[in-house]
């Protein structure tokens, strides 16, 4: 998984709570993503950012919030707006301007009870 | 913005037969394509990629191949093993403004048969 680690690798929530997904990496990346994934399904992109304390919509960006205060760290907030937030989340890391390769991490899978 | 069609979904092969997995996309702006191998519960990795200025790439027994005008790329696997059992994704990087943002396919299923 190259250096970016995701916690906790599974998160249970209740409706109407908010979670935080946490998502590091020690890559020296300058560009961060998070995707989702659904079972049978390819993944789509929630937020990416590609310079510290800026972050542009993915294609599915509605219930969740990103910041991104640090260099190595890009944590994803699901909030209780996302109507179906049961899911396989991903986070990624390409360092831009050279490959644009992006190295995943291992994924936290998140169940809304 | 990228549309990228992914096929077959499933394909089942015997061990040591070839594998094919065929992509389209819609944006000629698109000059990164990276294919990633998923196994169950862990996320993608990188198996090979190929530029826009490139029309194949081979890395021991995985290619890649890229026809831009048809705008299709695909990826080959030979002499296939149980442990390439996996999901396979395709992916296409956008140009211009959307710099960075990469667009799945839907994937495949890859089952090799011992």
């Known amino acids: 998984d190259g250096g970016i680690t995701q916690s906790p690798k599974y998160l249970f929530r209740k409706e109407g709570q908010n979670v935080t997904l946490s998502c590091e990496q020690n890559?020296?990346?300058?560009?961060m993503y998070w995707y989702r994934q659904d079972p049978g399904q390819g993944l789509r992109l929630i937020y990416y950012?590609?310079?510290?304390?800026?972050?542009q919509k993915g294609d599915i960006a509605e219930g969740y919030s990103v910041s991104r205060e640090k260099k190595e760290s890009f944590p994803l907030t699901v909030t209780s707006a996302q109507k179906n937030p049961t899911a396989f989340y991903l986070c990624?890391?390409?360092?831009?301007?050279?490959?644009?390769?992006?190295?995943f991490g291992p994924g936290t899978r998140l169940t809304v009870l | 913005g990228e549309n990228v069609e992914q096929h077959p979904s499933t394909l089942s092969v015997q061990e040591g037969d070839s594998a094919v997995i065929k992509c389209t996309y819609s944006d000629s702006a698109s000059n990164y394509f990276p294919w990633y191998k998923q196994e169950l519960g862990k996320g993608p990795q990188l198996i090979i990629d190929?530029?826009?200025?490139?029309g194949e790439k081979k890395d021991q027994r995985i290619a890649v191949t890229l026809n831009k005008t048809a705008k299709h790329f695909s990826l080959h696997i030979t002499e296939t093993q149980p442990e390439d059992s996996a999901v396979y994704f395709c992916a296409a990087l956008a140009g211009g403004t959307s710099y960075g943002k990469l667009t799945f396919g839907q994937g495949t299923i890859l089952t090799v048969h011992p």
């Open positions: 190929i530029r826009s200025n490139v």
């Open positions: 890559l020296n990346h300058d560009a």
């Open positions: 950012s590609q310079i510290v304390n800026d972050f």
């Open positions: 990624a890391s390409s360092s831009l301007g050279l490959t644009d390769t992006q190295y």
